[in-house]
């Protein structure tokens, strides 16, 4: 082998190598993180974190039971509105592929996923909040409903589309009515898809603070009441990491553990549902 | 008889409500799909509503003008443009090497087995971790780190500041353009990788010259998919910049974002046009990244369909 080639076999395994390295890097500051506030994070979750509210500055303890509670039912509030309209969404772009309104719908929705929270946040206090006057857990929940859309349209949208249409053909065939078709024929072949869309679009939305700022807004108290303000994980641990006090940061650091290991948790159960699922298919 | 003839109507009526169940099924359809037009159009039209006492007070100015200054009803959105450029570009720069290392290496090094699902799951796990969790490990992990490192260079040792946010923000955005990168590198036709192979190239060749050329404009659309991400990213970049309204002197003073100022001020501004002037903000970030994230869109579909 002459010199010249030994260079050019030289320089693409040293290519290779700084390649795989800075490839590589990307797992360290996810280790790092998540090492960082499971570590900080698993000393102050106890029995009395889970059930108690903050403590006001300068007292020990407490807890986030006000931000846990707030999270779910806010979450679930949001996904009681955006699950039926963004399955229903999908099943359209599925069904419409080419006419006129179903291109700008898919344009909307293309749009609707590029928006940045804060601006819906800004969008929904315009909508809701300013009208009746008070910030509320409902409009949190509306503005975090509008986030999920996209991913359950487009999710419904793609897994609808690869069913043959054989399988309508021969529903309607029989006589059954078209929505009977949708419903009970094709909507069931593609559950999987439609449920990890579904998982996939709360663990998107279980973490986002900004849409909440001018929304839900937060509240050191319980509160189960749709129609004021309720604290939810992600404010607290805004609120708290951001102020200057220390037992504030241990309940952030508490609270930041479970949002982050349930957000990762759902992330990885979609993935493992949808592969098995995959599999049977 | 009378008995066939009610059956008989029976079962018309039954056919008639589900004719009936059937047109209301797809005029929901419709009307579902219409809604998501109507969505979009109503965000624009009320943040250009809300947008008109800033835009007839301060006019177009507002825009390039220096100073932010609230109390004395002075409003210049220039330190925040500036502010979410830099960021912005500079997170961009910092990701592009790695995003772009991890769409070879999976697209091309090592496409199967377990060693890249591995890497392919961190990557999606990365972009799954909520900001509000990033700028809080940055405000307490990055910027004593960020520090340590100012005063070392012999600048003023902040720590919170421009540079901290771009670092956060490179993390953030680094699964976006990588994914797409390994979708696109896969797409490369073997034949035109094969063709160089035979010509005595090395890997490395075969990447510089087959594989980034065709792929050239799809991981363009990677780029345009993270800066749009990172011109909107709101809570982590509000918890590390330092919040500032002056102009930055430099890539490691503290500043302001748009989106982090509207996250700041918003419920504070307790006066029209200081409210007006935020969602003038919000307006011009949503317009922009509407404008590159579509960009971004049709170039992916330009380049897919080929």
């Known amino acids: ?281 | 008889m009378i008995e066939d003839e009610t059956w008989g109507s029976k079962r018309v009526n039954r056919s008639h409500g589900q004719i009936r169940a059937e047109a209301l099924f797809k005029r929901s359809l419709v009307i579902i799909g219409f809604s998501m037009l109507v969505l979009v159009l109503g965000i624009l039209l009320t943040l250009i509503i809300e947008s008109i006492p800033s835009l007839k007070h301060l006019g177009v100015k507002y825009l390039w003008g220096k100073t932010w200054d609230p109390v004395n009803n002075v409003y210049g959105a220039f330190p925040f443009l500036l502010g979410t450029l830099l960021t912005s570009f500079l997170a961009l720069i910092i990701s592009i090497p790695f995003s772009f290392a991890i769409a070879i290496y999976l697209g091309e090094y090592n496409p199967k087995g377990w060693l890249s699902n591995f890497l392919k799951n961190t990557v999606e796990l990365i972009a799954a971790v909520p900001s509000v969790i990033y700028g809080f490990w940055g405000l307490i992990v990055l910027v004593p780190m960020v520090r340590a490192l100012e005063t070392k260079l012999g600048v003023l040792p902040y720590g919170i500041g421009i540079f901290t946010a771009a670092l956060i923000l490179a993390i953030m955005i680094i699964p976006y353009a990588a994914s797409l990168g390994r979708e696109m590198i896969r797409l490369v036709p073997s034949p035109l990788k094969e063709a160089a192979y035979s010509l005595g190239a090395t890997r490395f060749e075969v990447i510089r010259n087959v594989v980034l050329p065709y792929t050239r404009s799809g991981l363009f659309a990677g780029i345009l998919l993270s800066l749009g991400r990172a011109l909107g990213e709101t809570m982590a970049v509000t918890m590390v910049i330092g919040n500032t309204s002056l102009i930055p002197t430099s890539i490691f003073a503290p500043g302001n974002t748009m989106a982090s100022v509207i996250a700041n001020e918003f419920t504070e501004a307790d006066h029209t046009v200081y409210l007006s002037a935020l969602i003038e903000l919000g307006l011009v970030l949503f317009i922009v990244t509407v404008i590159i994230n579509m960009a971004g869109k049709r170039i992916i579909k330009r380049f897919t369909n080929e």
Not at chain 1, 125 to 145: E, H, M
């Open chain 1, 1 to 281: 082998m002459n010199v010249h080639v030994k260079y050019r076999v030289a320089k693409s395994k040293l290519a290779q190598a700084v390649i795989v390295l800075l490839a590589f890097i990307i797992t360290l500051p996810l280790l790092a993180i998540i090492i960082y506030i499971f570590r900080e994070g698993i000393t102050r979750i106890n029995w009395t974190f889970l059930t108690h509210i903050p403590k006001p500055v300068g007292e020990t303890g407490g807890g986030i039971v006000n931000a846990l509670i707030g999270s779910v039912l806010i979450v679930l509030a949001a996904s009681v509105m955006a699950i039926p309209i963004g399955v229903m969404g999908g099943i359209y772009l599925s069904e419409n592929k080419n006419s006129r309104l179903s291109y700008w719908s898919r344009l909307a929705v293309d749009v609707l996923q590029g928006v940045p929270s804060i601006v819906i946040g800004i969008v929904v206090y315009f909508w809701i909040v300013k009208p009746i006057g008070s910030f509320s857990a409902f409009s949190g929940s509306v503005a975090l409903a509008i986030m999920m859309l996209p991913i359950l349209i487009r999710s419904t949208e793609e897994t609808l589309k690869l069913i043959p249409d054989s399988l309508k053909e021969a529903g309607l065939a029989l006589g059954l009515p078209y929505h009977k078709v949708i419903l009970r024929v094709i909507v069931p072949c593609g559950m999987s898809g439609i449920i990890s869309g579904i998982m996939l679009s709360i663990a998107r939305i279980a973490g986002e603070t900004a849409p909440l700022l001018f929304t839900a807004f937060g509240n050191p108290y319980l509160n189960t009441n749709l129609a004021k303000p309720m604290q939810s994980l992600p404010l607290l641990i805004f609120n708290y990491a951001t102020s200057p006090y220390d037992e504030w940061h241990d309940l952030a650091w508490g609270a930041a553990l479970i949002l982050l290991f349930t957000v990762l948790l759902l992330n990885i159960i979609t993935k493992l549902t949808t592969r098995r699922w995959n599999v049977q298919l």
